[in-house]
């Protein structure tokens, strides 16, 4: 199973909104709703920021929200702050019954 | 509030057998609600999904590694392993243990703290 593939890197300033695409293929983001999006700090564990596809779990804030079209998904951060610099990674369900991670965004809040 | 905690050599030698435990605390691994698994980042990249494990003993792997990978669950120690045999440098990772909801592994809404496994001679 090949990566979902992200933009390597991504920057914004405070304030500003960035967006991260996430493209798959027919055998996983076109074709379910089980994509999720997680942010990581250097050195620490991933967080779930976004489930199936724009869902966001309690205690995420409303600056983060997730959409999708076709075999691309999207997370969106508005109001960037210098926390929300990190690394971003989706990940899809696959028809293999796996699942698939990208590549990675390093997010640079200028 | 539920905590995963991994476990296990930091060194391993190559083509020995990488060996890991998941310790949940806070929640039962017998509930019907979710899998759990493992994942890996090697330094510097991305993360890899191993697998993941239903506490029914049920297990699902990557096909990359699934000849190598053996995930097992212990539900009277609340706790789940990892086995991954003829390690090389490029095992080299650290290894997360996780918690994924049902029925489609996703979301991975718990993550353990990670732990670095470097295989080296």
Redesign the interface.
């Known amino acids: ?1 090949s ?1 979902l593939t992200q933009p390597a890197s991504v920057s914004g300033s405070p304030g500003q909104s960035i967006t991260i695409s996430c493209t798959g293929t027919s055998s996983d983001v076109s074709v ?1 709703n ?3 999006w ?1 942010q990581q700090h250097p050195g620490k ?4 920021m976004i ?2 596809v724009s869902n966001r ?1 309690s205690g995420v804030s409303n600056r983060f929200s997730g959409s999708k079209s076709g075999n691309t998904a999207s997370l969106t951060i508005s109001g960037l702050q210098a926390e929300d610099e990190a690394d971003y ?1 989706c ?3 696959t028809s ?9 965004t390093k997010l640079t809040v200028l | 509030q539920l905590q995963l905690q991994e476990s296990g050599p930091g060194l391993v030698k190559p083509s020995e057998t990488l060996s890991l435990t998941c310790t949940v605390s806070g929640g039962s691994i017998s509930s019907s609600t979710y899998y759990w698994g493992w ?1 890996r980042q090697s330094p510097g ?5 191993i697998g ?1 494990i239903y506490y029914s003993g049920s297990t ?5 590694l699934k000849s190598r990978v053996t995930i097992s669950v212990d539900t009277s120690k609340n706790q789940f392993s990892l086995k991954l045999s003829s390690v090389t440098a490029a095992d080299t990772a650290v290894y ?1 243990c996780a918690r ?2 049902r029925p ?6 718990s ?4 732990t670095l496994v470097t295989v080296s001679s």
Do not use: C, H, M
Not at chain 2, 60 to 64: A, D, E, F, G, R
């Open positions: 199973q990566a379910y089980y994509v999720s997680y564990a991933p967080k779930l489930s199936d779990p990674y990940s899809s369900y293999s019954n796996t699942v698939v991670f990208g590549g990675g | 994942i990249t991305g993360l890899e999904w993941n699902y792997y990557n096909p990359s997360y994924a909801l489609r592994f996703s979301p991975i809404d993550w353990g703290q990670g």
